[in-house]
């Protein structure tokens, strides 16, 4: 076999975790914020008491541990190294899903939804909701390779993730799934229509409304428009700086963990519903092994570059093609970016599924794990 699929457990080197924790101890922090809020961006007391727990409560061998038990697995698509995890459900009729996670996410996102999607009898549900799961890192991200040449974007992911499946006995029948960037490669999924895809599942819609959209918009549309506009106006910075600039703060995410660290706890504190306050939602372990995704393989730098490929690609003005397959949209309450059922209409040619939760954020899958899996159950239920 030309590129075959080799177990890839995950250790990594006791010098690394030694320099991390060395580097840590030796953070020159910045002055405080001059005000009494985070419209500045992450407040120094938050960030440090985070870098207080990561060096004295966390443990990052027990994540280790986790990963390597989830079958954690490589191959090579396209001349790059692709990591992912590959979790086959007891029961024989599931339905092969590919989940992907964006930005500053990770395939550990998924964590609290793998049991139950893949063995949901053990989880109170049935065996006919039953799925195996492949979740890869992206290009750039956790142990998946950096792209040393452009071209690594939405598309030529999706075109990868169609190989992995026909690689693991996937491709006759199999089902998607994604938020933020893993949104759009689902979407650019969909509308590829490759062999095998039954439907696709999001928890975040990249679009922007039609102008007719605008003006006809209701109440509550309204207030979607609104809170899209203040993530455009203040809130996005660290998007326009991945897509026009990576490599300018790309030396201070490799060189620096809590500036790692502040960067990307800057998204989880913007776009959860935690009221700037992300811990109350997310475990705080769970948000360091996210970081630590990016620190130890040092993929902050090429993981933002996937905006410089990406950005002005998906996010396209007004209605375009609606998407052919089968679809299944789910709409968190704190997610920024949101849109109405009849706007979904718009853009999904078949859509199955949608619905409102009642709580969570961009990161559904780590805020609301248990509302998101049983809307992907829902979603898929009557395509098996």
């Not at 989880?123 to 040393?148: E, M, Q, R």
Request: glycine share 8%.
């Amino acid at each position: 076999m030309t590129n075959p699929v080799e177990s890839f457990p995950v250790h990594i080197p006791q010098a690394q975790l030694d320099d991390l924790a060395q580097r840590l101890a030796q953070t020159r922090w910045p002055d405080p914020e001059t005000v009494c809020d985070s419209s500045q961006g992450p407040q120094l007391a938050r960030v440090r008491a985070l870098v207080e727990h990561w060096q004295n409560a966390y443990d990052w061998r027990a994540t280790e541990t986790q990963l390597n038990q989830w079958n954690s697995s490589r191959t090579e698509i396209d001349g790059l190294g692709i990591h992912f995890l590959h979790i086959r459900s007891p029961h024989p009729d599931a339905l092969p899903l590919l989940m992907t996670h964006g930005w500053p996410g990770s395939l550990l996102e998924f964590r609290e939804m793998i049991g139950p999607l893949t063995d949901p009898t053990a989880h109170g549900g049935n065996a006919c909701d039953a799925f195996h799961l492949v979740i890869p890192a992206l290009p750039g991200f956790g142990f998946s390779d950096k792209p040393t040449s452009p071209g690594w974007g939405v598309e030529k992911t999706a075109s990868a993730w169609v190989q992995l499946m026909e690689r693991l006995g996937y491709g006759q029948r199999w089902a998607a799934q994604g938020g933020d960037w893993g949104s759009a490669v689902t979407t650019a999924l969909g509308h590829m229509r490759p062999s095998g895809l039954i439907g696709i599942h999001l928890n975040m819609v990249m679009y922007q409304p039609s102008e007719d959209e605008i003006a006809q918009a209701t109440p509550e549309e309204q207030r979607m428009l609104a809170d899209a506009q203040r993530y455009i106006q203040e809130l996005s910075g660290y998007m326009k700086v991945q897509s026009t600039r990576p490599q300018s703060v790309g030396f201070a995410l490799a060189d620096s963990p809590v500036g790692l660290a502040a960067w990307i706890y800057a998204l989880f504190q913007d776009a959860t519903e935690s009221s700037g306050e992300p811990e109350r939602v997310i475990d705080i372990n769970a948000l360091i092994d996210d970081i630590m995704m990016y620190w130890l393989p040092n993929a902050g730098p090429s993981s933002i570059r996937f905006y410089w490929e990406g950005i002005g690609k998906t996010q396209k003005s007004g209605p375009t093609t609606a998407v052919p397959v089968p679809a299944g949209v789910s709409m968190f309450p704190g997610e920024l970016l949101r849109l109405s059922r009849r706007w979904a209409q718009a853009r999904f040619a078949d859509l199955r599924f949608f619905a409102e939760a009642e709580h969570g954020g961009h990161f559904a899958a780590m805020e609301n794990p248990a509302v998101l899996t049983d809307h992907v159950r829902e979603t898929f239920r009557s395509l098996r």
